[in-house]
């Protein structure tokens, strides 16, 4: 199915539909997420059976601050479409979408993992990229690159850019 | 930690004809152990040689790749995506090159679209050699490790005859490649697409009939067509459940759709089966290989013209690799201040990419390689995410490990052919 023709199609039940360079993009509240990849996959049009990727960005200065991307695929028929949720900058979470598509498990602890949104109901939701007892979630765009503490007899690793000889 | 594998068994029960179940063993099989290619760690609870809980743990090879790339310019993505996966790394760099030209709106020149083709296919061969080499080690067939280590070799001499460089090569830039093949280089290929089908006989008879790598690897690791799609695993293990995916075929790109292939299935959906289609894959890509050689007699540029956009500097394959070509210097140093300016704003500002999101997919050698690239119309990328094919597939370990062997878990994992760099980036 063509962009369009899909797009039109999605906008049966999700009305907040975009295309742009080919890509079609759905924006749902966290609420619909689950309704929504429900319809999406039974839908025999659609059939959206294949979960590629699940992520985030994180926009400090806008609201919602985050929005997480689920990148669906149809094994059939062989397109594409971005489903979006928006989370509020203190309200990060949202259903996790594992009983649904079980691939989402390790791409859902890895958003946790770098971003700090938390998925209700994952079954597991630990730290799997970043050591257990890590402090902070680097992909955030407050969290600056370097300064990492090396917890090795204590020493610390300055920025770049505040190292000083020594 | 307890755990209900053989319900029917009442370890209490006198009368019970089974031997009672024994306490189980929990035990860690790496994160250094040679058979776990590179840094994976199993968590494998077992009783006796029976595996009945696996947990693969991964991230020690995090290095921030996406995070870095946030503070670097667009062209300079190129050079840290392509160390993600390093045994396909101009697959990393195609995806994310492709996408950021999608987000530009701009298309590479055709030779350099056969260029990218026919290093990719090479790349595709070489990282099969490698699976078979390694998977053959990890199996005791370690003549097997010799001879595709040997013809990989030849595939890394090409590399660096034409990007300077064995791995990462950062060969597919923006707006096209960085250099056209060098003299010798067609001639070199030539040589080895006559070498390689012999090999590859050579392979399939130390191997095929052997009893032993079919006793680890026929009706080991079965996965299902409806698992591996639920558990969004691709490429080789999803084509050996009999599913005909392949996004070469499926989402064309640079051209694919003109290549003549075929997508090599198979439905018995153990290792076997995967271990016959990366031998049908590796005669595949050679046959897309002679196709881009035949294309490849026109010349033609390489590059985009559009100055905005093109990499400034004219490079040069020397005796240490890429670099600026004499000529090149001595025109913007001595010659032309316009020419310096340009070359100044583009090295160090560089290209400016209008707002937007694109994911751009690539079959990688281990299926699905997808790039989620968010501009917000500066410099540097908002936001790189690579989904890695390893990094999907691994989740499968648990569902095809238990309830087998222990020596079962080697032959898993070695068929998934899961590449740490790509899977903790």
Partial sequence: MIAAELAERVRTHLPDVVVARGEVTAVVERDDLLGALGWLRSDEALAFDFLS????????????????????????????????????????????????FPTADWHERETYDLYGIVFDGHPNLRRILLPDGWEGHPLRKTEEIGGVNTR??????????RRTAP | MSFDFRPDIDPRDPLSTEEPRQETMIINMGPQHP????????????????????????????????????????????????????LAPFFNELAYTLAVERLLGIEAPLRAQVLRVLFCELNRIASHLVWLATSGMELGAVSVMLFGFREREDLLDIFEM???????????????????????????????????????????SLLSKNPIWVERNAG????????????????????????????????????????E????????????????????????????????????????????????????????????GIGNSPAYVKHIMEESMEALIHHFKMVTEGVRVPAGEVYQPVESPRGELGMYVVSDGEHRPYRVRIRDPSFVNLQAVPTMVQGALVADAIAVIASLDPIMGGVDR
């Fill in chain 1, 53 to 100: 990727s699940v992520t985030a960005t994180d926009w400090p200065e806008r609201e919602p601050r985050y929005w997480v991307a689920y990148e669906l695929s149809s094994m059939a028929h062989d397109h594409r479409l971005r489903l979006k949720v928006g989370l509020p900058a203190d309200d990060a979470h949202l259903p996790s979408v594992v009983p649904l």
């Fill in chain 1, 152 to 161: 090795y007899k204590g020493a610390f690793i300055p920025p770049v850019d």
């Fill in chain 2, 35 to 86: 058979s776990t290619h590179g840094v994976l760690r199993l968590l494998l609870e077992l009783d006796g040689e029976t595996v009945i809980r696996c947990e693969p743990i991964v991230g020690y090879l995090h290095t921030g790749i996406e995070k870095n790339t946030e503070y670097r310019t667009w062209q300079q993505g190129v050079t840290f995506v392509t160390r993600a996966d390093y």
């Fill in chain 2, 162 to 204: 034409a990007t300077g460089l064995r791995m990462n090569h950062a060969y597919v830039r923006i707006g096209g490649v960085v250099l056209d093949l060098p003299p010798g280089a067609t001639d070199a290929i030539d040589d080895f697409l006559d070498m390689l089908p012999g090999r590859i006989r050579e392979y399939e």
């Fill in chain 2, 220 to 259: 080991v690791g079965i996965l299902s067509a409806e698992d591996a799609i639920a558990l969004g695993v691709t490429g080789p293990t999803l084509r050996a459940a009999g599913v005909a995916k392949d996004v070469r075929r499926d989402e064309p790109y640079s051209g694919y759709e003109t290549y």
């Fill in chain 2, 261 to 320: 292939f075929d997508v090599i299935t198979r439905e018995s959906a153990d290792c076997y089966g995967r271990f016959e289609i990366r031998m049908d894959e590796m005669r595949e890509s050679m046959r897309i290989v002679e196709q881009c050689l035949d294309r490849l007699r026109e010349p033609g540029p390489v590059m985009i013209e559009d100055p905005k956009v093109a990499w400034p500097s004219r490079l040069e394959v020397g005796p240490d």
